[in-house]
């Protein structure tokens, strides 16, 4: 709900949680909102997220094994789904 209010969504907006390639992403007012705060998020995950070019996307910096990884999630993103705003706690 935190990250919901940090991104100007109300709570009353449906959430609907999905489980792709074994981990839990949510997705809020379709695609107003991803957020995945599983751990061992890998690169074919990120790129399943960004061809739903959500308007913001939401990741645990723990989510992630390393920084390349996290370097990639966000060249993933500039290939696929460029206007997606990208966020990591």
Do not use: W
């Not at 739903?52 to 993103?77: A, Y």
């Amino acid at each position: 709900t935190q990250v919901m209010l940090e991104a100007g969504l109300e709570l009353s907006l449906p959430i609907e949680t999905k489980k792709i390639y074994g981990k839990e992403v949510h997705f809020v007012a379709g695609d107003s909102l991803v957020a995945c705060f599983d751990e061992d998020v890998d690169e074919k995950l990120v790129k399943e997220i960004a061809k739903t070019k959500p308007l913001k996307v939401v990741f645990r910096d723990n989510s992630f094994k390393s920084c390349p990884d996290r370097i990639n999630l966000e060249e993933i993103f500039k290939a696929i789904s460029p206007s997606t705003e990208i966020k990591v706690l």
